[in-house]
């Protein structure tokens, strides 16, 4: 059997993808995901109730194409997406990892992974970068593993917690915590460049109210174990005990997949493609956060994928 398009990778950009391949009336269509279900990095990242704004980093993205996309929650957004997907030309499959892309012969794909091999027309990679969080420069000692985190989810209560970073995840992972445990927030700029206002605002009136702390121009030089505990040496010469350290520093595109898949990549390790997307090879193609190489938005994955389906069907005429 030969889909039409495959997608790999189910969050907003894939979903956006086999929708506008429905409409575009392309219909044969497999999203093949890694996690449970679609959309893992909004279930296991945002927290419940979290907002989910269209507006991302201050910047209002115009939707171009046929699926709608509004502020909301989590549990708003993971509904939609859920109602979208519930088309009968969209085959999905979950708890499946593809390993590779490889262009035949025929021009056609082979979608590899452990569970077999899929045949298409074109495909999509519309992999986010959260599946994969980006990991400080320093060394992690074994010993303290289990106290480095990269969401919330294992803290306990009555801890001091260090969390570090500056973006949206960062500030509303802190302002979440506070309402147990002493918490620190450790950015390494003088001031908030990625958080959107209003996280910003939230998270300055919590330090003047001291309900937690920030640490502007905050650099660690490393970190060391004492007793399940955490001591951060920072580049300024003065240390910190804490409990657990949260690092939610944004993700790392995944080379290796990219480069197995025959795509090339610029000096930087970023994959290069043209203005629809399409990658060095032709009929792949990249949408989402991929396609940045400090992260977008929903509303920017939900217009790569109109801009690609456009093309496809374009060459396909």
Avoid: W
């Avoid at 910047?59 to 859920?82: M, R």
């Avoid at 009555?158 to 992972?173: C, Q």
Wanted: with cysteine.
């Amino acid at each position: 059997m030969i889909y039409d398009l495959i997608i790999v990778g189910g969050g907003p950009g894939g979903i956006a993808s086999a929708v506008e391949a429905s409409i575009f009336k392309l219909n044969n269509v497999l999203l093949i995901e890694k996690g449970e279900n679609h959309s893992q990095t909004i279930r296991k990242y945002y927290k419940d109730s979290k907002r989910v704004d269209k507006i991302y980093n201050k910047q209002e993205i115009d939707l171009k194409g046929n699926v709608e996309f509004f502020d909301g929650t989590k549990e708003t957004t993971l509904e939609y997406f859920e109602e979208l997907l519930d088309n009968d030309t969209i085959t999905s499959i979950y708890n499946t990892e593809v390993d590779r892309v490889v262009k035949q012969d025929d021009d056609t794909f082979k979608v590899m992974t452990p569970k077999g091999e899929y045949s298409s027309k074109n495909v999509i990679v519309t992999i986010g970068r959260m599946g994969k969080p980006n990991k400080p420069s320093y060394k992690i000692p074994g010993s303290i593993k289990t106290v480095i985190n990269h969401n919330p989810y294992d803290c306990r209560g009555s801890e001091k917690i260090l969390v570090v970073g500056g973006g949206d995840s960062a500030v509303e992972y802190a302002c979440q915590l506070t309402v147990d445990n002493d918490i620190t927030l450790a950015i390494r700029e003088e001031k908030f460049s990625r958080a959107n206002e209003v996280n910003e605002e939230m998270v300055i009136r919590y330090d003047q109210e001291e309900r937690l702390r920030i640490r502007y121009s905050a650099d660690i030089e490393s970190i060391e174990g004492f007793d399940n505990r955490v001591k951060v040496n920072y580049k300024n010469g003065f240390c910190t005990m804490y409990d657990r350290i949260i690092y939610a520093i944004g993700g790392t595109t995944p080379i290796g997949f990219l480069q197995k898949s025959g795509i090339e990549m610029d000096e930087k390790s970023h994959p290069i493609f043209d203005d629809n997307y399409e990658t060095s090879v032709k009929g792949l193609y990249i949408a989402g956060d991929i396609v940045f190489k400090k992260g977008g938005s929903i509303a920017m994955a939900i217009n790569h994928a109109y801009d690609v389906m456009k093309h496809i069907v374009a060459n396909n005429d």
